[in-house]
């Protein structure tokens, strides 16, 4: 199985490599309005991105006074973000790699964002991304979710997050709100904003 999960890993990175030869979809080099709102409604702190693709998240949220983590696992990506943001005169600590592998033992986070991450991941990954962010994330801190939503009839499929996947939180996080949208009108998405609990470790 770790083998498998290997394989998977590999032809997920070549093929994010692929996409940012050119500019995946994905990469829209515009900060949703749900984070902007976040950032309009809360005083700056640490911010970790999960998926920081070509850092357009990670600069708005430096420009707005956050100090800014960022990871992503294609090395394109964050050759693109370490390069508009240095022409930016923005300073951010980008990371080449898999968020399921990586840690940061001296930093706890007011806000973790994941853009279209978790819901690319399987079953065993996504219980490891689930306690990393409950440690990760800072007493009272925020986690600003995107994802795409599965519906009934894919309950086969692997991609994307149903309810089952947003209760998992329940046990650490508790959710603020929910706005069920779409994305380009032809897949379902949410977006969701849970905070931790205060007495979570």
């Known amino acids: 199985m770790p083998f498998l999960r290997g394989i998977k890993h590999l032809k997920q990175r070549l093929y994010l490599e692929w996409r940012y030869l050119g500019r995946p979809p994905w990469d829209t080099g515009v900060s949703p309005p749900e984070l902007m709102d976040f950032i309009a409604s809360n005083p700056p702190g640490r911010a970790l991105d999960?998926?920081?693709?070509?850092?357009?998240?990670?600069?708005?949220?430096?420009?707005?006074?956050?100090?800014?983590?960022?990871v992503d696992l294609s090395c394109l990506a964050v050759w693109r973000a370490r390069r508009k943001l240095r022409a930016q005169g923005i300073s951010a600590n980008l990371y080449l790699g898999?968020?399921?592998?990586?840690?940061?033992?001296?930093?706890?986070?007011?806000?973790?964002?994941?853009?279209?991450?978790?819901?690319?991941?399987?079953?065993?990954?996504?219980?490891?991304?689930r306690e990393r962010v409950q440690s990760w994330l800072a007493k009272g801190g925020y986690f600003l979710w995107y994802a795409h939503f599965r519906s009934t009839a894919e309950k086969r499929s692997t991609h994307g997050i149903d309810d089952a996947d947003i209760n998992a939180w329940n046990s650490v996080l508790h959710l603020i709100w929910r706005k069920d949208t779409w994305e380009g009108n032809r897949r379902p998405?949410?977006?969701?904003?849970?905070?931790?609990?205060?007495?979570?470790?």
Do not use: M
């Not at 600069?59 to 960022?70: C, D, I, M, N, S």
């Not at 998405?189 to 470790?201: E, H, M, N, R, S």
């Open 189 to 201: 998405a949410v977006w969701l904003l849970f905070q931790k609990k205060l007495g979570v470790p």
């Open 98 to 129: 898999n968020v399921l592998n990586l840690s940061f033992p001296e930093a706890t986070f007011d806000l973790i964002l994941d853009i279209g991450c978790y819901h690319q991941l399987g079953a065993i990954e996504r219980q490891g991304y």
């Open 50 to 70: 999960i998926g920081c693709g070509s850092g357009t998240n990670v600069g708005t949220l430096a420009r707005a006074g956050w100090e800014v983590y960022g």
